[in-house]
Nanobody, 123 residues
Framework: VQLQASGGGLVQAGGSLRLSCAAS????????VGWFRRAPGKEREFVGA????????DYANFAKGRFTISRDRAKNTVNLQMDSLKPEDTAVYYC?????????????????WGQGTQVTVSS
């Protein structure tokens, strides 16, 4: 399975971005998909995830109320809508396919990773 994350860019604080994660194989449609991010000088951290059927989502505290994950199983894509962005959201954002159908909150719960897309939020 190959993942392609896109949609990153430069945005002013308070703005929005929509990231997309496209998977190359149908295998991922039966698995949870997660988003992680790595800010400069920090470890990669969990942002949010969605279950295989889209029925369950969960987010890190910093993302709740601002970020929304959705999936289009027909197109085999998962989107991360980010609103009210802050400079501290600046990071490389990664999508990943889970090892199972339920959400995992750690990197160990994911088996395939995209290459990442840069998000930069200016103040």
């Amino acid at each position: 399975v190959q993942l392609q994350a896109s949609g990153g860019g430069l945005v002013q604080a308070g703005g929005s971005l929509r990231l997309s994660c496209a998977a190359s194989a149908r295998t991922s449609s039966n698995n949870a998909v997660g988003w992680f991010r790595r800010a400069p000088g920090k470890e990669r951290e969990f942002v949010g995830a969605i279950s295989w059927n889209g029925g369950v989502t969960d987010y890190a505290n910093f993302a709740k109320g601002r970020f929304t994950i959705s999936r289009d199983r027909a197109k085999n894509t998962v989107n991360l809508q980010m609103d009210s962005l802050k400079p501290e959201d600046t990071a490389v954002y990664y999508c990943a396919v889970g090892r199972g159908s339920v959400i995992s909150y750690t990197e160990k719960g994911y088996q395939y990773w995209g290459q990442g897309t840069q998000v930069t939020v200016s103040s």
